[in-house]
């Protein structure tokens, strides 16, 4: 999913705010949101994924949202901003089965420890319609930009003439490749063709 889609939702997003992708990034950091410049900066040395990168974007790009100077939360304060920003992070990477492993929801429960109900429920407000727009851009960048994606397809399984001590067939297609499994199998074997 990064890989194919990765550049082209950084493109998208350029068209609202400059998006740095820093090859000889030094800092210690995934990348950061300057609220002077309305800039993000991600790591994109060449030991960084696409996924990784992609994760960094969206945070850096749901910082901007509620760090932006002009923006309508500015007068939020910090830990209310990040707890937010946080939250649209973990919600949108989830949304895309990325690996959030990156955004503990423990993270953004010390985010929210310290703040009343009333906050929380007005915040959620904010965070489903902020999720829901960044979802919609990069669904709207995969529609636009006709990306498409192989995935596995059990096509039939032979459970029912099984003699004793044999094991089930399976026809699976992946893309345009088509594999037989002798045997029981998970189903996250079937996310890559390498699997």
Same mark, same amino acid.
């Given at each position: 999913?990064?890989?194919?889609? !990765? ?19 030094s ?45 309508? =939360? ?15 992070? =973990? ?27 009333? !906050?929380?429920?007005?915040?959620? @407000? ?19 930009r ?17 003699? @004793?001590g ?18 029981? =199998? ?7 063709? @390498?699997?």
């Amino acid at each position: 999913f990064a890989d194919k889609t !990765f550049k082209h939702l950084v493109k998208e997003l350029k068209e609202e705010l400059p998006i740095v992708l820093d090859e000889n990034y030094s800092k210690a950091d995934s990348g950061y949101y300057s609220p002077l410049e309305h800039k993000i900066v991600v790591n994109a040395n060449s030991n960084r994924s696409f996924a990784d990168q992609y994760r960094t974007l969206i945070h850096e790009y749901a910082r901007s949202i509620f760090f932006n100077e002009t923006g309508k =939360y500015w007068s939020y304060d910090n830990a209310s901003k990040e707890l937010q920003a946080d939250s649209v992070a =973990y919600i949108v990477t989830k949304s895309f089965d990325m690996d959030i492993s990156n955004y503990n929801f423990a993270y953004v429960k010390d985010w929210a420890a310290h703040r009343d109900k009333e !906050f929380l429920m007005d915040s959620q @407000e904010n965070i489903q319609k902020e999720s829901v727009n960044l979802i919609k851009a990069i669904e709207r960048t995969i529609i636009e930009r006709n990306i498409t994606f192989d995935v596995s397809s059990v096509l039939n399984t032979n459970n029912s003439s099984i003699s @004793e001590g044999e094991q089930p067939l399976s026809l699976i297609q992946y893309g345009e490749t088509f594999v037989i499994i002798k045997g029981d =199998y998970k189903d996250k074997t079937l996310h890559s063709l @390498e699997s």
